[in-house]
């Protein structure tokens, strides 16, 4: 078979690139470096944590949050428990969806048997 029996319809460059130019795409058999769960984990806590900060800075007006009689303060003038306040409000947020998806999964299962 001569090059010219080769001649795909549907190529642009009419067969002008060399066996080599046409492999440089080819996988090379690097592996792509992938993270753990437990990357994934932290970076995700960390982006929540980040998130949680830059919302401390949204708020326009003072909050005093209480979580017992005795422990107050004040959004403006403690803004790193402030902080600490939202990122937990959000964790709590998010593990009762989770939740809620897991447990509404099994009920679909049992449901759906």
């Given amino acids: 078979m001569s090059s010219e029996d080769k001649k795909v319809v549907w190529s642009l460059q009419n067969n002008k690139r060399t066996e080599a130019e046409r492999n440089v795409f080819k996988p090379t058999g690097i592996k792509k470096k ?6 994934y984990l932290v970076i995700s806590v960390f982006v929540i944590l980040i998130s949680s900060f ?3 800075f ?3 007006e003072s909050s005093e949050v209480c979580f017992i009689s005795s422990f107050c ?28 998806y897991i447990i509404g999964k099994k009920i679909g299962n049992k449901i759906k048997v």
């Fill in 34 to 39: 992938q993270l753990s769960g437990k990357q």
């Fill in 73 to 100: 303060f004040q959004s403006k003038e403690n803004i790193f428990l402030y902080t600490l306040y939202i990122f937990f409000n959000i964790i709590i947020v998010l593990l009762t969806i989770i939740v809620a």
């Fill in 54 to 56: 830059s919302l401390t």
């Fill in 58 to 60: 949204m708020v326009e």
